[in-house]
């Protein structure tokens, strides 16, 4: 009985620590960060034949095809995941992308605010040189002039909140604006508006709090935020799960996720 009492025990031992075998939108993602990106599309490509609605796994299938210069293929894949995820933020950023690779200027700047999160506020700020020179260049309907930013002098930005009421056809939601008391460069204000608007889904998230529940909230709204010399905001960030005690302290926490400052374009 001893001896079959051992064996059971090594027997539980070795099935304990067996591998347990890797997903395919996992093998997907480590070709993705090896480069790998034939044998990436693969195993996502069979991820999706087993869930079909994996939205992440479409998406990464566009990354693939973007890296390997399949522009169309991944304009396609983003599409496809648009169908199963109409506000994924992956594909609208992929979007963006591909657009400014296809100098679609307009199309660029529309997607990379209809992404909006941390990701299309990084793409913003690391694409400013092309969109200040497509707007120069009349490719994007915003003026274009030079953004005055020397990375070192903190600066500030007014943020303004607006609740928009509901039609018949749309849902209460709001709009954000941005401009900064230093400048009236119709270009500047305008990208600190289009960064702005990158924390639109955390505001969303305010909005359906306390909208959404009958709750006091404040409706409209304007914020003066200091700005740290490398584009941060000077608000420190809530870190409890407690919720905000009213909705202009929750965009605030919102907005602290914002990067406003572009660097010096060359």
Known sequence: ???W???LLL???GFGCAKQPISDIEKGRRHLRAGEYRAAIVALESDLIRHPENYESQCLIGSAHEKMGD???AEKAYAKTIVLNPVNACAFVGFGRVYMLQKRWQDAWNALLRARGVEANETLLQSYPLFRSAAAGGALSVPATALRADGKTPRTVTVAVVVVPATKEKRQSL???????ETEDPFENAFLSALAATAGDRMELCHDRFYGRGLPAALDARYTLS???DGTVEVPVRTSEER??????CVKT???TVRFMAQTAP
């Open 1 to 3: 009985m001893r001896r």
């Open 5 to 7: 009492g051992v064996l």
């Open 11 to 13: 027997f539980g031992i």
């Open 71 to 73: 522009l169309e293929a």
């Open 175 to 181: 709009t954000v604006t941005a401009a900064s008391p």
């Open 227 to 229: 700005l740290r010399p």
């Open 244 to 249: 905000p005690i009213d909705m202009k302290e």
């Open 254 to 256: 919102a907005l602290a």
